[in-house]
């Protein structure tokens, strides 16, 4: 697990502890944008986490919430490492621009939860499997997909570094049947996903396309969880326009649990791997 979080979950847990204490003190987010002289827009988007808060703003609520002492040094040192520089900003121009955030929180969660019904997750994907899915846009710049590769080789360290997440990848099968890119592309996807298995803290599990339906059948989605209380669980989900992020715990109970349904329905490591090695020889 990590020691240090990284910026974007400390930026996570500083606007929830303020949202928090501005509800404690019984003020509106009114309040609190005339003491600031801002828009109350700006103080929602601080609570959600969507901005950097600056320090200058966070004394100024501490002193509206009667926040003083030990606390307030806290989480006024919260501030200043959640506005840390990370190295995925580095990549913010060729990704979406909530993308930050998602890449934050993977290098911050302590685990990972992953279930997919049509690709292998970013995670586990070769150069040349995430350069068929990321050059397949026919109006996609070959050097902004350079960058992008990049980006995933930086992301895939996470699962090799001293104090990698505990990580479950659940696939189905389709994602394993596919061939996206040439026959050698994908034979080569697969036997990375067979040695990235191996590891320790990863565990790969296959669900069989006769399976039949289960709660999360043809959703993907990701739950990262993290190893500090005031951290938690959230659930990303990715779409064509527009990168989600699910934080109502009860929503988020909801995705825990298909996830745990379609953990125990999908065959067990060694199968999953029997079938992923046969689906290799198909294609060889």
Not at 130 to 156: C, F, T, Y
Not at 181 to 205: D, F, K, W, Y
Request: proline share 4%; charged share 30%.
């Amino acid at each position: 697990m990590v020691d240090e979080p990284s910026p974007a979950v400390q930026r996570r847990r500083l606007a929830l502890e303020l949202r928090r204490l501005r509800t404690e003190a019984g003020k509106t987010i009114y309040d609190v944008a005339d003491r600031l002289e801002c828009s109350a827009g700006k103080v929602s988007r601080i609570e959600m986490g969507v901005v950097g808060a600056r320090i200058q703003d966070v004394r100024e609520m501490l002193d509206l919430y009667g926040v003083r002492g030990e606390r307030r040094d806290q989480l006024l040192d919260l501030v200043r490492r959640s506005r840390r520089r990370a190295w995925w900003q580095d990549y913010a121009s060729v990704v979406p621009p909530d993308s930050a955030k998602l890449y934050g929180l993977e290098a911050g969660a302590a685990t990972i939860d992953d279930h997919c019904v049509a690709l292998v997750p970013g995670l586990l994907q070769t150069d040349a499997y995430a350069r068929a899915v990321i050059g397949s846009p026919l109006d996609e710049k070959p050097d902004k997909v350079d960058r992008r590769i990049e980006l995933r080789q930086r992301r895939r360290e996470l699962l090799e570094r001293a104090d990698p997440p505990v990580a479950r990848f659940v696939l189905h099968q389709a994602v394993v049947d596919a061939q996206i890119g040439s026959r050698a592309v994908m034979v080569e996807q697969l036997r990375h996903l067979a040695l990235i298995a191996e590891r320790p803290n990863v565990t790969l599990r296959v669900i069989r396309a006769d399976a039949g339906a289960y709660t999360a059948v043809g959703q993907s989605f990701t739950a990262f969880g993290f190893a500090h209380e005031a951290d938690p669980k959230i659930v990303f989900v990715e779409q064509l326009t527009r990168n989600t992020f699910i934080e109502d715990l009860g929503e988020v109970e909801i995705y825990a649990k298909a996830f745990e349904s379609a953990f125990e329905l999908a065959e067990s490591p060694e199968r999953s791997l029997e079938l992923i090695l046969r689906r290799t020889e198909a294609l060889s």
